[in-house]
């Protein structure tokens, strides 16, 4: 399954940031996902709690945003939404369009629980 893997490279990620904030627990953790990045949000919302548990994002809540696909066009020059099907420049209609944004997955934010206020 492939938003298991992706989960666990993001818990990774998540672990190697709490052992830097020298904390124990993960709270929250936000990610961006484009609709062209090949990742389900629902499916990776449940492969989550498989691949943090165990670790210190166990849990934890994963929230997902869901990121525009985002085209420039060298035509006109200009940058416009675009759709996951149809990458077109909303200005001019050229198709030979870069995208700027859409294929990315990545860690927006992360909460931690800090415990050391209530011992
Ligand atoms: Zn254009």
Redesign the pocket.
């Given at each position: 399954m492939h938003e298991l893997s992706v989960c666990q490279a993001l818990i990774s990620q998540v672990e190697e940031l709490a052992q830097r904030e020298m904390v124990q627990r993960v709270e929250r953790v936000r990610v961006g996902i484009g609709p062209l990045s090949g990742v389900e949000p629902q499916l990776l919302q449940h492969a989550y709690p498989l691949a943090a548990a165990g670790t210190l994002a166990e849990n934890s809540e994963l929230e997902i945003e869901n990121r525009p696909i985002r085209v420039h066009?060298p035509?006109?020059?200009?940058t416009?939404d675009a759709n996951a099907s149809r990458l077109l420049?909303?200005?001019?209609?050229?198709w030979q369009?870069t995208l700027v944004s859409g294929d990315e997955l990545m860690l927006l934010q992360v909460e931690f629980i800090r415990e050391t206020d209530n011992v």
């Open positions: 066009c035509t006109c020059g200009k416009s420049c909303a200005h001019c209609g050229d369009t």
